[in-house]
Nanobody
Framework: QVQLVESGGGLVQPGGSLSLSCAASIPAFSNLAMGWFRQAPGKEREFVASISWTGANEGRTYYADSVKDRFTISRDNANSALYLQMNNLKPEDTAVYYC???????????????????WGQGTQVTVSS
């Protein structure tokens, strides 16, 4: 059964850090583009970051402008895991964060489309004092 399970969300003060994880049970994990989206209350889901599959662009990363230089996406192909290190968090980062995966849409295109094949259930991140 294909599954993406996020963990690591919680409550943090502004300026703090959190690390999200996504455990994947998907065949050929290293051939998947992986990434994170988020959805705040009353807003549409938005792209956060993505990381390419193996090959010529192996491990290349892409970020939304709003999180660039604060968030870092990484992957561990040996353990079928995806991570998102979030530093200097701001109240506007409050949202449900979703892990996603796709074998056809390259990571470089994720900012322009949310129509990806696999999705997790999400984990809540709240930034508040």
């Amino acid at each position: 059964q294909v599954q993406l399970v996020e963990s690591g969300g919680g409550l943090v003060q502004p300026g703090g850090s959190l690390s999200l994880s996504c455990a994947a049970s998907i065949p050929a994990f290293s051939n998947l583009a992986m990434g994170w989206f988020r959805q705040a209350p009353g807003k549409e889901r938005e792209f956060v970051a993505s990381i390419s599959w193996t090959g010529a662009n192996e491990g290349r990363t892409y970020y939304a402008d709003s999180v660039k230089d604060r968030f870092t996406i990484s992957r561990d192909n040996a353990n079928s895991a995806l991570y998102l290190q979030m530093n200097n968090l701001k109240p506007e980062d409050t949202a449900v964060y979703y892990c996603a995966a796709d074998s056809s849409i390259p990571a470089t295109s994720w900012a322009r489309t949310g129509k990806l094949h696999y999705w997790g259930q999400g984990t809540q991140v709240t930034v508040s004092s």
